[in-house]
C-alpha cells in the first residue's frame, strides 16, 4: 500500500503540521549556535567544507525521515553560520533579522502566494500596494504620484532604474563616482548600455564640480547614480549639490541608497538624506537598515507613470479581459513572474515598531558606531580613517602594511573570533566594521579592539 504523502503547511491542518516540525528546528537552532560558540565557525573554509560533507549523500535512497534530517542539517547549518545576531559578526551590510520579521517569513512561506497574478496572491497583492505606497511617499513626500516596487536588493533596484532611463529616452549613459556599487556596471552590461562614465572620488564622494565637468564632456541622455551609503565607508555623496548640477545640465538622478535609504526613519539622523527626495528614482534596502531577512529591496519612483514600462501581458496570468473587470495586474510590478510576498515581514515590522521604533534601531547602530570610533582613537596601536557618518568604521593598526591587515582579517576568520571586513581607502588596506546589532554594547567593541590588537602582535 502506498504511504501517505507528507502533510502540507498551508490550509487548516497546516499549522498542526509545522508545530512540532517548528519546535525541532528552533531547538537546533539553539543547539547550533551553542555548538558554534561564536560569530563563526573556525577552521576556515576547509574545515566547513570537510564538516558538511561528512553529513552522509545528500539524495539518499531511502530517506532518513523529516525529524532527523531537521536535526542534522538546521544543526550543521547553524554551526556552521557566520551569525549576524552575534555582536562580533561586523563584517558586512549583513543584518541580524528581527525575530517579528522572522515570525511572518515564515507566515508568508507556509501561505506560498505567487505575487505574479491577483488569483495567486489576493489579500497579500494588496497589502503590496499599501506597503509600497507608504514606503514611496517617505521617500518623495512632496511628489503627487510616487510609487514603489519590491525588488530583491539593490542589485535588482538600481538595474531597473537603468532600465526606466533607457525606456523613456531609448538608450542612456550612466555616470557614477568611482565610490559607486558595482551592480551599476553590471546592469549597463545587461541592459546593452555604454559603459558606465566613472566621475573620481579622491575624498569618498562624488565632487559636485568634478560631475559638472564630466556632465559638459559626456553625450546622449545621462543618468547621474549618487549613493547615499557607501558599501566601503557608509559615505553619503552631498545629494542637494548633486541635484543642482543634474538640473543643470539636464540629467536625471537616481540614488542609490541600499545602505543609508532607511535613515529616513531616523528623527536625528534624516536631515543627512536631505535632498533625496529630488532624485527620480531612489534604492532602498530593509535587509540592512531596516532588520529584515533578505529579501527586501525597493525600488521608489518619483513619478509612478514612469513603471507603465514595465508593462507585460501574459494571458494566462493578466489576460485584458479580466484586467478590465477589475483584477489587479500585477506583472507590471517586476521583472520577475514567481515571486515571494516578501512583503509581509516588512509590513508586520512598520506596524509593530512604527517609525518612531524603527528610527530607534537606527540611532542605536549609529551610537555603536561612534562608540567603536571613540575607542579607536583611544587605543595607541590603532588608526581610524574617519568619524563614521552612518554605521561603517574603517580602522587599522598603526604603521602596519597592507599584508598584516589582510593577514589579521584572515586570522580572526580562521579562529572563528570575528567577522570583520575589508576596504581600501586613500592607497591603503582597511578593517573594516559594520554595525547593524543594535544590541551590540560597547562591552562587545571593546572586546573587538582587543581581538585585533592580540592578532596584530603575533
Not at 242 to 258: F, N, P, R
Not at 265 to 276: A, E, P, Q, V
Amino acid at each position: 500500500m502506498r504511504a501517505a504523502p507528507p502533510p502540507l503547511a498551508g490550509g487548516t491542518p497546516g499549522p498542526d503540521a509545522l508545530r512540532p516540525l517548528l519546535d525541532t528546528v528552533l531547538d537546533t537552532l539553539r543547539a547550533g549556535a551553542q555548538a558554534r560558540g561564536g560569530p563563526l565557525p573556525p577552521g576556515g573554509p576547509q574545515a566547513v567544507t570537510a564538516r558538511m560533507a561528512a553529513l552522509g549523500p545528500v539524495l539518499p535512497e531511502t530517506g532518513s525521515g523529516p525529524d532527523e534530517a531537521l536535526r542534522t542539517l538546521v544543526h550543521a547549518l547553524a554551526e556552521g553560520a557566520a551569525d549576524p545576531a552575534h555582536p562580533l559578526c561586523a563584517a558586512h551590510l549583513h543584518t541580524p533579522p528581527l525575530a517579528l520579521a522572522v515570525a511572518a517569513d515564515l507566515a508568508a512561506s507556509a501561505l506560498n502566494p505567487s505575487m505574479d497574478s491577483w488569483d495567486q496572491a489576493p489579500a497579500a497583492s494588496a497589502l503590496e500596494h499599501e506597503v509600497t505606497a507608504a514606503l514611496a511617499a517617505e521617500v518623495f513626500p512632496a511628489a503627487p504620484h510616487p510609487d514603489a516596487l519590491v525588488t530583491t536588493g539593490g542589485t535588482e533596484s538600481n538595474q531597473l532604474a537603468l532600465l526606466l532611463a533607457r525606456e523613456r529616452h531609448g538608450t542612456v549613459r550612466t555616470v557614477v563616482g568611482a565610490n559607486a556599487h558595482h551592480s551599476f556596471r553590471r546592469a549597463a552590461w545587461l541592459l546593452g548600455l555604454p559603459e558606465p562614465l566613472v566621475v573620481p572620488t579622491p575624498r569618498g564622494t562624488m565632487d559636485p564640480a568634478a560631475l559638472a565637468e564630466a556632465l559638459t564632456r559626456a553625450e546622449g541622455p545621462l543618468l547621474v547614480a549618487a549613493t547615499a551609503g557607501t558599501t566601503d565607508e557608509g559615505l553619503i555623496d552631498p545629494l542637494p549639490a548633486l541635484s543642482d548640477v543634474c538640473a543643470a545640465h539636464g540629467a536625471t538622478l537616481h540614488v542609490d541608497a541600499a545602505y543609508g535609504g532607511p535613515v529616513l526613519f531616523s528623527r536625528t539622523h534624516r536631515t543627512l538624506l536631505d535632498g533625496l527626495h529630488r532624485a527620480r528614482t531612489v534604492t532602498v534596502d530593509l535587509h540592512k537598515l531596516g532588520w529584515q531577512p533578505a529579501a527586501a529591496g525597493l525600488l521608489a519612483v518619483r513619478e509612478a507613470a514612469d513603471l507603465a514600462a514595465l508593462g507585460h501581458t501574459a494571458a494566462y496570468l493578466n489576460a485584458d479581459d479580466d484586467t478590465e473587470a477589475g483584477l489587479p495586474d500585477l506583472l507590471g510590478r517586476s521583472l520577475r513572474t514567481t515571486r515571494r510576498p516578501d512583503v509581509l515581514k516588512t509590513a508586520v515590522t512598520l506596524r509593530a515598531l512604527g517609525r518612531n521604533g524603527l528610527g530607534a534601531l537606527v540611532d542605536a547602530c549609529m551610537d555603536r558606531a561612534q562608540d567603536l570610533a571613540d575607542l579607536v582613537e583611544k587605543a595607541p596601536g590603532l588608526e581610524l580613517r574617519a568619524r563614521p557618518t552612518l554605521t561603517t568604521v574603517l580602522f587599522r593598526p598603526s604603521g602596519a602594511t597592507d599584508g598584516t591587515v589582510a593577514a589579521i582579517r584572515r586570522t580572526l576568520l580562521a579562529e572563528g573570533r570575528a567577522v570583520l571586513g575589508r576596504a581600501d581607502a586613500d592607497g591603503r588596506l582597511w578593517l573594516k566594521a559594520t554595525l547593524l546589532n543594535p544590541h551590540a554594547t560597547p562591552g562587545d567593541l571593546a572586546q573587538l579592539i582587543t581581538l585585533v590588537e592580540g592578532s596584530t602582535h603575533r
